[in-house]
């Protein structure tokens, strides 16, 4: 009797997923609630299991697009488990080449049976159901330990390690890039114990067999090195078009920018005379030929990448968005800092930055401004009486924006170490999406990298952004004099659908006048 299996509702708001790969084949003995598939959507990535013991009948294929409910597959009952394992042997002489890396994997088990343990999408938050396998840690084949991080998974949102659940060998099934749903099988690990008799000759054998099947299987990873590869190449000044990959699909991995030198850039110098048809040239010939490499590179989008250009465009498409300008004499809070600095670090653990007098400042504004910290819900304007203020951080993927919770009834001292603690997490690609999800008020900081001025995007669904610039010491009028004092601009980007002219300046200006006289601050005044 054969059991169809669905795509899976995956979020209210998720009318279709991608079939990101299969980590299980056509015609493999799958267990109840293994892991057979990953779905990926625009959010997450989720995994599909198998919801009956049986062999594996495949529907759809990698790449396509399927709507909730569409048919992925189909499982029918498997009698005996020793039936699959000789069709599971001369599946390589049958099946596309493609498939020669997982069938022996699948030997192995059902002779070994619980040796080898499956490792799937873990669930990574509410509202993600797909993630995307940015790169393996662990290649295939390679021994792993306990907990040993083996992949990096990236949502929209964050990146997140995936660890091996127990030790043994490494059988890579998801491909650097893939779109995977929440529960799709990522890998699988085999024991060394008593596999080692009759499951070790068989994967060592498919080792080789597997790296020009993989090559010949040119897609987008093919020639594309690693972040951590291209940082290499780049510094060496070596294109990747002319090292080769020996990663998964010919990806140029951290070990081949290592072992490529300099000399691996020669072939590439016989390529001028291809400009050579017009000898009235000549005299151009030195400008026009160039020495480096003037290959192009291309890389695919990540899913975080993708999902802040979507909601960029989305927000200045479907707002009202304006900006007013002023700007701040530092003076003050610069004055306090160089004096109390010290202190401060000694008694809290954590240095005096601006961050803490800028959130301040909003929390006090917001106030007195409501809607500056309100959205839009349909036709209703939602309010809040707490002031949770996202901080923009540029991690190593892309922005991202924490929030800090309660900003309103925190002090200097414990703002400080919010923003700081968040940071690190940032930096680290440890941000849960608990630490990144509400807020009413973004303040980003465009100074740190030496911007003068800018107009900041919206972080929707709130109605304002503050914008901090770099401080400049510039001559301003003071008291009738020209005097020299460290300026800083700042920008407050609105939704002119809930806040007016008069509430968004309003707001700028007491924010200014907080910044320029701190103690009001302390006294809230």
């Not at 873990?122 to 295939?140: A, C, F, Y």
């Not at 400008?287 to 802040?308: I, N």
């Not at 690609?429 to 740190?448: A, P, Y």
Request: glycine share 8%; hydrophobic share 40%.
């Amino acid at each position: 009797m054969s059991l169809e299996i669905k795509v899976p509702p995956v979020g209210e708001s998720i009318t279709e997923v991608t079939l990101s790969s299969w980590l299980k084949k056509d015609g493999d003995t799958v267990k109840m609630d293994e892991v057979i598939a990953e779905l990926e959507s625009d959010k997450a990535t989720f995994e599909l299991t198998a919801e009956k013991a049986g062999t594996l009948k495949t529907i759809a294929k990698e790449g396509d697009t399927l709507a909730i409910g569409a048919p992925v597959a189909s499982i029918e009952d498997g009698g005996a488990a020793s039936a699959p394992a000789p069709v599971a042997e001369s599946a390589p002489a049958v099946k596309a080449t493609s498939e020669t890396v997982a069938a022996p994997a699948d030997t192995t088990n059902p002779s070994a049976g619980a040796s080898t343990s499956e490792i799937k999408v873990p669930p990574v938050g509410e509202s993600i159901t797909e993630v995307t396998l940015s790169r393996w840690i662990k290649k295939n084949g390679d021994t792993v330990a306990m907990d040993e991080a083996i992949a990096e998974l990236e949502s929209d949102k964050a990146t997140f390690e995936l660890t091996a659940d127990k030790a043994g060998t490494l059988n890579t099934i998801a491909k650097e890039g893939d779109v995977l749903a929440i529960g799709a099988p990522v890998a699988s690990i085999t024991g060394g114990g008593g596999v080692s008799g009759g499951g070790s000759p068989a994967a060592t054998i498919s080792a080789p067999a597997a790296a020009p099947v993989i090559s010949s299987d040119k897609n987008y990873a093919t020639g594309t090195p690693s972040p951590a590869a291209a940082k290499i190449l780049a510094e060496k000044g070596i294109s990747p078009t002319a090292v080769s990959g020996n990663g998964v699909n010919g990806r140029i991995t951290k070990e081949d920018a290592i072992k490529a030198n300099l000399v691996s850039e020669s072939p590439q110098a016989p390529v001028p005379p291809a400009t050579k048809p017009s000898p009235v040239a000549a005299t151009q010939a030195t400008p026009v030929s160039f020495s480096g490499d003037r290959a192009d590179r291309r890389e695919k989008m990540s899913s975080l990448r993708k999902t802040v250009a979507k909601r960029l465009v989305a927000v200045k498409n479907e707002t009202a968005m304006l900006t007013t300008f002023n700007e701040v004499d530092m003076s003050p809070i610069m004055e306090i800092r160089a004096k109390y600095k010290d202190k401060f670090k000694e008694k809290n653990g954590v240095g005096l930055g601006f961050m803490s007098f800028f959130t301040k400042a909003v929390c006090e504004a917001l106030k007195e401004w409501p809607s500056v910290g309100a959205r839009i819900d349909g036709d209703e304007i939602v309010f809040s009486n707490y002031a949770d203020i996202s901080i923009a951080v540029s991690a190593p993927k892309g922005l991202v924006v924490p929030v800090i919770r309660n900003a309103e009834s925190m002090s200097l001292a414990q703002i400080e170490k919010a923003v700081a603690a968040l940071a690190v997490k940032a930096r680290e690609s440890k941000l849960t999406l608990e630490e990144m999800t509400g807020g009413n008020f973004t303040i980003t900081n465009g100074g740190v990298f030496g911007s003068l001025l800018s107009t900041p995007i919206i972080n929707s669904p709130q109605s304002a952004i503050l914008g901090m610039h770099n401080i400049v010491e510039r001559p301003i009028a003071l008291n009738g004099q020209v005097v020299i004092r460290p300026m800083m601009y700042i920008a407050l980007s609105y939704d002119h659908r809930i806040i007016d002219g008069r509430e968004s300046v309003s707001f700028l200006v007491r924010v200014k006048q907080l910044l320029e006289d701190p103690t009001r601050l302390l006294l809230g005044v």
